[in-house]
DNA sequence: ATTAGGG
DNA sequence: CCCTAAT
């Protein structure tokens, strides 16, 4: 609830803030086709759509999509995923919007009208989706909708069948409005928004704090248009809705299947809303099939809303829900976010960071072929073929829009703090610099800010400057620069050695030679191990024993920061490989051919002796060391 | 948080 | 080196 308030809120601010109240060009309703779904989004001073959170992601049309107009499906579509429940609790931010819009102009009904056509095709667009698969899935001809559903259709048309007759015909297919829907129809029902305020206004004050004593707009024309079906032919809305056979008999939880499949198929992934929500309740009904798991998921952002406002509609079952929600609200929550999001990892984030880009693009021609959309501060595009929304938001820059890709506040460069701050820089500029390139060279605000940050990172540790020895040279081949430098090191090492300890030394001299900059994208950082390193390292395991590898690093690394644990365990593996695969050939001397570090022989032999002692005495050489 | 391993 | 899984 203290969301819903707080939704409410934001579109206050969205309204007042917003001095330029746009209509839509019907034309747009005309183009509908791209489900549209929207979350939690407030509206910057300027008129920007912001997510509510940073994480928060906006499905937007990609159409024009006033601010208005988003007001509007905000206040009324929202509350749709909840019901009429949620209908309830925006009452309020309907009322406000409804008093400004009032003052604004008389169009704001147009507006309105628009919305909710937007949302009706979205619908229509999911139930044809859905009989497409009926169809498939039967094979069999596709069980019509109902009647019923159809008359209401009708009905929910008539609201605004004046203005769109175009829109008739896409309701023409089978089509059920929700409860939700409807509600939301209501404030366009007359003219003036007034009626809506007033009559919304109302209920929720008594429901939102009570939700025992509610009014009658529980009862919505959905529910009691459902209530009006026998149980079959509810099944038969059911499968319709679904796709699939139900064989609940109860009356009550198919009508709030359907009503509620109905309303939530128009948004996929409301994970954002839901998390914001303290109370997004889960829907924990016992499914009769695996499928049903499924609606659940879905349900559960919404649940809350449900609950609220449908408690009295729904009855027992109802508050089964509401227990169970009280209890693991949250848990249902995660539960359906962690569905969704599942495939998170910042690898897959990587691979998927193409296809974003990709997205973008597409996005680009659409709204251009679309429709012309000048003052669309936001557009977001939701992209229905991937699981992945990509966000983006026009930024003001320099007079002119650019669209940029809406980043999350997740750093992606690795996550170990200790790395050299150069290379990071390099890899984090370069990553900047590749994104916003790729990305139709818009500059991110919150890019621009990564940056900065790290530049400013770099430069405490090393004030001189952005990376002077990187941009050298910047040969196709980083493996011999880096080879260079690590002999380099080598000579110097030695000598660095006895008064080691310095991290800043390490910083500036052992440098890290690494990206170049300008050709290669590589992100990998690369730092050759000195002779010197390989020294401690193999003192160190001599001491500490192998597998001590944080001991190690604290107590004979402490002046190399950039080599952490991972990085000697790797290279002692590597020392054992050397070591051993040099030994039966000594003839190589005691350098190595191949590309890798000249290892003193010395060293090698140091190493398998070292592997040997440890592989044959493991627990001893442990204790034993110290 | 470390460590062991695979890539 | 990077990334993960298992401790």
Redesign the pocket.
Known sequence: MGTVVGTADDCREMFEGNVQTRITPFSSANQIGNPVTYKLVRVAGDGRLVPATDEEILEVNETDVHITTDACQTLGYLPTEGLSSRLSQLESSEAISSGLLQSDNVEPYTEQVNSRLECFNEEMLQKVEQEERLVMIDGSQVPSTPPEANIYCSNANKLFDEDQVHHEALLQEPFLVSSNVQNGCDMNQSNTVEPCSNAAASPKETALPAAAQKPDFSLVRGEICLDNLSIKALQETFRATFGRETTVKDKTWLKRRITMGLVNSCDVPITNLTIKDNKLLGNQEKSNDVSEDMGDLKDAPSGNDHMNGNSKACGHSLSVNNHYCATEDFSCEERAAKRVRKPT????E?LSETGERQQNDKSMVPSKDQSPSEKSEVRSISVSSGKRVTVTRMVSLAGSEIEVPYVSHVRRS???EN?MAL?ECHSSCLEARASAGESNRNLSPSLSQLTSEVVNRSSVVKPSGPVHKEFATSHNSNNEEEHILSEVDQDMEPEHMDSSGNSSDDNSNTGAPIMQGVVGLR???????TLSEVTKLVEGVSKYG??????I?KLSFSSHS??????L???W??LLKASFAQSPSNSMGSFKKHGSMNIPMQILLRVRELAEKQSLVPPMSKVVSR
């Open positions: 990892r910042r690898y897959i990587e690795r996550p170990r790395i290379m992100r990998k950082h690369h730092r050759a191990w192998a597998g001590k590898w944080s001991e690093k950039y080599r952490t644990s991972v990085d365990k790797d290279k593996r590597n």
